[in-house]
T-cell receptor, first 117, second 116 residues
Framework: AQKITQTQPGMFVQEKEAVTLDCTYD???????LFWYKQPSSGEMIFLIY??????QNATEGRYSLNFQKARKSANLVISASQLGDSAMYFC??????????????FGSGTRLLVRP | ETGVTQTPRHLVMGMTNKKSLKCEQH?????MYWYKQSAKKPLELMFV???????ENNSVPSRFSPECPNSSHLFLHLHTLQPEDSALYLC???????????????FGAGTRLSVL
């Protein structure tokens, strides 16, 4: 069964430093996608970055990069040069390509990141 | 991305009331979703609509009734709710392609519901 695990309920980082948020997953489908979302206190879930299981390179989007280690089934989010506005909940999610009858994303429990000035 | 709009943003209702949540997407997507987010719980998928057809109902109580009149609009009708139904209700949309894992869901800002 598919599963997403985020083991860090909360983290602190100093402004301008880099931070890594952990995510591990479990799936038997060889084709799958991994996603990271940010949820500020306002509530909206904001898509950050996507990694496909067959992608050869780690995904990057501006200050966000995804450290994809397929053999370890991990997809950690790295935020470089943290800003105060990065303080939020961060969710890792997964979808299997074989789930044609279901279009759902499986979400982890989230990590709350607090950036200190 | 501000292509998914939810109204109202906040709602307080009694257990005997009937209310509706509305979601509208301006992204031309073919699938829409309702999620429930309670405190200290992962996001829970409630309903999925693909091309206006409901494709998933995750054992949601009948006091929640979805409606998808067209591919751009999604409603969640609420009646005789319980206090434990108080949560943030999020709507999302995506463009689903069969057999492709990349299914980026874009979310609205949510409706924060309190049931008294």
């Amino acid at each position: 069964a598919q599963k997403i695990t985020q083991t860090q309920p909360g983290m602190f980082v100093q402004e301008k430093e880099a931070v890594t948020l952990d995510c591990t997953y479990d799936t038997s489908d060889p084709s799958y996608g991994l996603f990271w979302y940010k949820q500020p206190s306002s509530g909206e879930m904001i898509f950050l970055i996507y990694q496909g299981s067959y992608d050869q390179q780690n995904a990057t989007e501006g200050r966000y990069s995804l450290n994809f280690q397929k053999a370890r089934k991990s997809a950690n989010l790295v935020i470089s040069a943290s800003q105060l506005g990065d303080s939020a909940m961060y969710f890792c999610a997964m979808r299997e390509a074989g789930m044609d009858s279901s279009y759902k994303l499986i979400f982890g429990s989230g990590t709350r990141l607090l950036v200190r000035p | 991305e501000t292509g998914v709009t939810q109204t109202p943003r906040h709602l307080v209702m009694g257990m005997t009331n009937k209310k509706s949540l509305k979601c509208e997407q301006h992204l031309g997507h073919n699938a829409m979703y309702w999620y429930k987010q309670s405190a200290k719980k992962p996001l829970e998928l409630m309903f999925v609509y693909n091309f206006k057809e409901q494709t998933e109902n995750n054992s949601v109580p009948s006091r929640f009734s979805p409606e998808c009149p067209n591919s751009s609009h999604l409603f969640l009708h609420l009646h005789t709710l319980q206090p434990e139904d108080s949560a943030l209700y999020l709507c999302a949309s995506s463009q689903v392609i069969s057999g492709v894992a990349k299914n980026i869901q874009y979310f609205g800002a949510g409706t924060r519901l309190s049931v008294l």
